[in-house]
């Protein structure tokens, strides 16, 4: 079978070669390729004939097709759905910020984590990515909206923990000054609670942002919206959050859904803000984008802009995140499942 060759380091692709007594600088040349969107090795014209050949014969070259794109006519939002090489799909989302165009990528196929008012998690988990298929959300996202990415978030399809090694090798790749370079403090990575796997993330001392989907203050309340708080309870989640920022000196920030209803009370402010007393982190609220298949309904204006007047006061730094992209399904797993209905023949509205 032929390997992946863009999933490989620079290092790994160094040691390849020289066991094939090709000269060291040849695999910076193939890396420099792969990290500009090259999807042939026939189009590597700076590399031998039978080098090429050679290449084609050994690795294959991850490239997803666009099986749909979205643009928002409100803030020039760009929501893609990639088809990958066996035909499953993934989103991922470029957005336009005045420090700089971020995009938020998938690492998995599905989700296993069941969280209620997601879209992602409906069907459950098909298979996770490779490093090489998340690199290249980032890759072909940049080139065909003709935008410098500067950031990324890993928080679309996927718990980014759930596939830890192949994010840890896809970070490497694209903090590589040979390749994107984009710079650890410039990444945020999204769990929905997996303790074990912080805690390992954690020993890694990474500059990245890590960001915790919270979305609720006690266990009652979060375990009905979040499997995962039956294995891992709130108050042994938030312990991994300070063991993590004593390992790496990075503040946490808590993403934090307004549901009407579940999670947006005043008394759960009032929770969340002695929950979150005396740490270093930061609370990003989040109104709900509904999902056609649960009955979860976002918190009016009103009760998120009292939420936050409540952590505020207590001293917690507390936002209310920007809405991009409503009018394009951005919220996540919403363009897939669309795009599964319209294959198998089923009808689907704009905006569901």
Avoid at 215 to 244: F, G, K, T
Wanted: with cysteine.
């Amino acid at each position: 079978m032929k390997l992946d060759i863009k999933s490989m380091t620079l290092p790994e692709l160094r040691t390849a070669f020289q066991a094939r007594n090709l000269p060291a600088y040849r695999a910076k040349q193939v890396f420099t390729w792969l990290h500009r969107g090259a999807t042939r090795f026939a189009d590597m014209s700076d590399l031998p004939k039978d080098l090429r050949a050679t290449l084609a014969e050994t690795y294959f070259i991850t490239a997803p097709e666009i099986a749909r794109k979205q643009v928002s006519k409100r803030d020039g939002t760009v929501k893609y759905l990639w088809r990958l090489g066996d035909g499953n799909c993934v989103e991922s989302v470029l957005m336009r910020y005045r420090h700089g165009n971020t995009i938020c990528i998938s690492t998995e196929v599905g989700c296993a984590m069941g969280c209620k008012f997601c879209a992602s998690t409906l069907g459950g988990l098909v298979r996770r990515l490779s490093p090489a298929e998340m690199l290249d959300q980032v890759l072909f996202a940049g080139q065909d909206a003709e935008m410098p990415i500067s950031n990324i978030v890993l928080m679309g399809i996927g718990e980014p923990l759930d596939n830890l090694d192949s994010v840890l090798r896809f970070l490497e790749l694209v903090n590589s000054p040979e390749g994107l370079n984009i710079g650890m403090r410039h990444i945020s990575l999204s769990t929905c609670g997996l303790v074990e796997r912080i805690d390992e993330l954690a020993e890694r001392k990474l500059q990245l942002t890590l960001s915790v989907s919270l979305h609720a203050p006690d266990d009652e309340s979060r375990s009905a919206i979040m499997p995962v708080n039956r294995r891992w309870p709130v108050d042994d989640l938030l312990a991994a959050c300070r063991r993590y920022f004593e390992k790496t000196g990075r503040r946490v920030s808590f993403e934090y859904t307004m549901i009407d209803g579940v999670s947006d009370s005043e008394a759960q402010a009032r929770l969340l803000a002695s929950k979150l007393r005396g740490m270093a982190a930061h609370v990003n609220l989040i109104p709900l984008n509904a999902v056609a298949e649960r009955t979860l309904r976002p918190s009016p204006r009103p009760s998120v802009a009292r939420f936050q007047e409540i952590l505020e006061r207590a001293g917690v730094t507390a936002t209310v995140r920007r809405s991009l992209g409503g009018d394009i399904d951005a919220s996540c797993g919403q363009l897939r499942r669309k795009y599964a209905g319209e294959e198998e023949g089923t009808e689907w509205k704009h905006g569901d």
